[in-house]
């Protein structure tokens, strides 16, 4: 896990245990330092690489050299500012809920092993790709010199800042999205055990003679939590998964206000960069046609990442919907069909999503519109390149 402490804690906002990062404070002085460098010199430097200002326009040029610079600057600020109160919402929430339910040491496994399977193919992706392209600057363009380089190594320490808190943000959707999967399989074992004293009524005083272990395990008797109905067990159950499917979604809250001026504006830049890397190596037969597909590839994996994460805890935590309404159909009593009722009521009643500070939602709804707006854009451009020719 050292590879992961590493990352985190020279680009992130938090550490491994979400504790908040001091030393992101400098990095991230020196970083805005490095993205008003690049803006201020994008277009006269950018020109001294080989056949860039004579492929692109010079429009086109500036908007490929400052997207990349901009939405760092703005999404590192939004971060940054929003890092401090939102970590403790969010850290309070899960705490509050793992008082309830701790998690196993198999959840934890799988936490470590999805973490660091994210963090590795991210850097094995970028660390090669940026590496390969330093080196055939600085060995093949005649007209590379110190301010080339520098803007260059600029670049790829942003890029790799982006993709740091991108990491950050899908480990922690992975983590909500376990919690929401355990209260699923509780309500699914809770339907189960309906189910079967409604086609089995002869089990049913035999059931409740001596509770289930795992209706029993998951009541909880302390000074924050006091069931209502002690003489109602299968009450007490639902009113506790009523709580920690709360205290998830508070969590999903903190989650949006932390990093959703980040995603938003990843998903944008990588957009664009994967639509102008396209649009290039249409028009200009590079040096590595290897780079541009490894470039590609890095934009496709952090998108697919982000979008697809967001959208799988959203749909998972929305599954307890008909999981309700399926052991409500059911024969219980009054009292769990309340709270089965306050339990739905609380769902409805919510917002349960990912999204870009409310411009547009995560979910695989994007990729397809992604697909038709830069199948759209690249039919442009190339009517432009040809008028230009």
């Not at 992961?4 to 970083?31: E, H, P």
């Not at 326009?57 to 939102?86: G, H, M, Q, W």
């Not at 973490?115 to 590795?120: E, G, I, R």
């Not at 998964?241 to 938003?264: P, Q, T």
Request: with cysteine; charged share 15%; proline share 3%.
């Amino acid at each position: 896990m050292w590879l992961i402490r590493a990352f985190w804690r020279l680009c992130g906002v938090f550490t491994m245990d979400l504790s908040y990062n001091k030393f992101q404070n400098a990095y991230s002085a020196l970083l805005i330092a490095t993205c008003i460098y690049n803006f201020v010199n994008a277009s006269q430097v950018i020109c001294k690489l080989d056949h860039w200002c004579s492929t692109f326009s010079s429009t086109l040029t500036a908007v490929y050299d400052r997207v990349l610079t901009s939405a760092v600057f703005f999404s590192r600020i939004a971060v940054v500012y929003e890092c401090k109160p939102n970590m403790s919402r969010y850290q309070a929430t899960i705490r509050a809920f793992e008082a309830y339910s701790p998690p196993s040491a198999t959840e934890l496994r799988r936490h470590r092993a999805f973490s660091l399977a994210v963090v590795a193919t991210c850097l094995a992706v970028i660390l090669p790709t940026n590496t390969i392209c330093m080196y055939y600057l600085c060995r093949y363009e005649p007209n590379s010199d110190a301010s080339l380089f520098a803007y260059q190594l600029f670049m790829y320490v942003q890029n790799l800042s982006m993709c740091c808190i991108e990491t950050q943000f899908v480990v922690q959707c992975f983590k909500v999205y376990t919690k929401f999967h355990g209260i699923n399989d509780d309500l699914k074992r809770l339907k189960d055990e309906n189910l079967n004293r409604s086609e089995y009524p002869f089990m049913s005083s035999a059931g409740s003679s001596s509770p289930s272990p795992s209706r029993s395990a998951v009541v909880y008797d302390k000074d924050f939590y006091r069931p209502r109905f002690m003489s109602h067990p299968t009450a007490n159950t639902v009113e506790l998964l009523r709580i920690k499917h709360w205290l998830i979604r508070l969590s999903i809250d903190a989650l949006n206000n932390l990093f959703g001026v980040h995603m938003g504006l990843s998903v944008c830049y990588l957009w664009l960069m994967a639509l102008f890397d396209i649009y290039y190596e249409m028009f200009y037969n590079s040096r590595s046609g290897l780079l541009v597909y490894c470039w590609l590839l890095q934009y496709m994996l952090r998108l697919l990442l982000i979008i697809l994460m967001a959208h799988f805890t959203t749909k998972q935590a929305l599954e307890a919907k008909s999981l309700i309404t399926d052991t409500n159909n059911g024969s219980m009593d009054s009292s769990t069909k309340e709270e089965l009722q306050l339990f739905i009521n609380q769902i409805y009643s919510s917002t349960i999503e990912f999204n870009a500070y409310d411009f547009f939602t995560l979910n695989t709804q994007v990729i397809k519109s992604a697909i038709a707006a830069g199948a759209t854009c690249l039919v442009i451009l190339v009517q432009f390149h040809s008028e230009r020719n």
